[in-house]
Structures are given as C-alpha cells and as structure tokens.
Nanobody
Framework: QVQVVESGGGLVQAGGSLRLSCTVSGSTVDALAMVWFRQAPGKEREGVSC????????YYADSVKGRFTISREYAKNTQYLQMNSLKSEDTAMYYC????????????????????WGQGTQVTVSS
C-alpha cells in the first residue's frame, strides 16, 4: 500500500515563495512518477508538474513554468515543489500524486491516471 503525505502549504504574500514536500511510503516507491495537482474553489483539478521516476525528466503547466521547480530526493522518498514568484491565482489546494510505471506520459496532467493521492495542503497567496 502506497501512502502519500504532503506538507508545506501556508499563507504567503504575492511575490513570495513556498516549498511543498511530499513523502511517499510503500513497496513500489522507486517505480512511481510523481505529480503535483492543484484545485482552486469552483475550478477543476489541474496538473501543475510531473517528475519521472529517475528525476531526469520534468514537466510543467504553462502557468507555472519558470516559477515552480519540482525535484525528488530518493534517500528520503520525498519530492518537492519549490514555488517562487507566487501570484494570487496560485491560491489552491495542492495535491501530491503518484502514477505507477514511473513515467510522465503526454497525459501526465490527467487526474484519471493517478494511482495514489495525498490529502492535500492549502496554499493561499495574498495580493
């Protein structure tokens, strides 16, 4: 059983930074691609970023390119989402997710492909 737990959300002013963490436990950690999603009130859940199981390939939604960086630390079974230059439109519940198979396919941002979800962590950016 794979468990996914996020942390690091909070309240920050526009232009500030936050780093989200996601710790994964379970027997298949090394074969997982990790994805961050977010969902704002009244909006659909959207894919933010994906990192493949080797950490070599990363993908970002256009709305966060150049501002967010995804990374993973295998020794701690943890992945991170560094969020810089935050904007009010980044306000959302952020979810960490894992996809079996290890790769970020062309459809990585599709929530239907996710095998394991975290409980979410709230990010609020004040303008």
């Amino acid at each position: 059983q794979v468990q996914v737990v996020e942390s690091g959300g909070g309240l920050v002013q526009a232009g500030g930074s936050l780093r989200l963490s996601c710790t994964v436990s379970g027997s298949t950690v090394d074969a997982l691609a990790m994805v961050w999603f977010r969902q704002a009130p009244g909006k659909e859940r959207e894919g933010v970023s994906c990192i493949n199981w080797t950490g070599r390939y990363t993908y970002y939604a256009d709305s966060v390119k150049g501002r967010f960086t995804i990374s993973r630390e295998y020794a701690k079974n943890t992945q991170y989402l560094q969020m810089n230059s935050l904007k009010s439109e980044d306000t959302a519940m952020y979810y960490c997710a894992a996809i079996r198979g290890g790769g970020c396919s062309a459809s990585w941002a599709a929530a239907a492909l996710v095998n394991y979800w975290g409980q979410g962590t709230q990010v609020t950016v004040s303008s």
